[in-house]
C-alpha cells in the first residue's frame, strides 16, 4: 500500500536547522511530485514546497525562500526539506504528500494531493 513516513522533527533553538525527510513506499516515487504542509495549533495547513518527479523543478512559499530547500533522490525512494534559520514561527507539524497530477499548479493547494504521511512535529523556541 502507498505509504509516506516523515521523519527528522524535533526541537531546535531559532536560529538552527533540521532536515525532514520523506520516505515513500507503495508506489514508484519517480512519477510524482511530492510537496511539504504544515499545520500549527490553531491554524490552517499551508503549503511548504513542492518538488517535480525529476526534481528540477521546486516551488516554495515566499516566507520560507532562503531558508527552506527542498530536494529528492528517487533512488531512495526519498524526499527532503532542509530548513535552516529556524525562527519560533516555524513551529509546526510538518507533513508530505503525494501530488496527483504530474504539473507544479496549485501545488499550494491541499486537494491536490492524495496521500499524506502522519506528520512529524518541528518545534523552535529557546
Known amino acids: 500500500q502507498v505509504q509516506l513516513v516523515e521523519s527528522g522533527g524535533g526541537l531546535v533553538q531559532p536560529g538552527g536547522s533540521l532536515r525532514l525527510s520523506c520516505s515513500a513506499s507503495?508506489?514508484?516515487?519517480?512519477?510524482?511530485?511530492i510537496g511539504w504542509f504544515r499545520q500549527a495549533p490553531g491554524k490552517e495547513r499551508e503549503g511548504v514546497s513542492c518538488?517535480?518527479?525529476?526534481?528540477?523543478?521546486?516551488y516554495i512559499a515566499d516566507s520560507m525562500k532562503g531558508r527552506f530547500t527542498i530536494s529528492r533522490e528517487n533512488a531512495k525512494n526519498t524526499v527532503y526539506l532542509q530548513m535552516n534559520n529556524l525562527k519560533p514561527e516555524d513551529t509546526a507539524v510538518y507533513y508530505c504528500?503525494?501530488?496527483?497530477?504530474?504539473?507544479?499548479?496549485?501545488?499550494?493547494?491541499?486537494?491536490?494531493?492524495?496521500?499524506w504521511g502522519q506528520g512529524t512535529q518541528v518545534t523552535v523556541s529557546s
Open positions: 504528500a503525494r501530488k496527483t497530477s504530474r504539473y507544479g499548479s496549485r501545488w499550494r493547494d491541499s486537494a491536490e494531493y492524495d496521500y
Open positions: 507503495g508506489f514508484t516515487l519517480d512519477y510524482y511530485y
Open positions: 518538488i517535480s518527479s525529476s526534481g528540477l523543478s521546486t
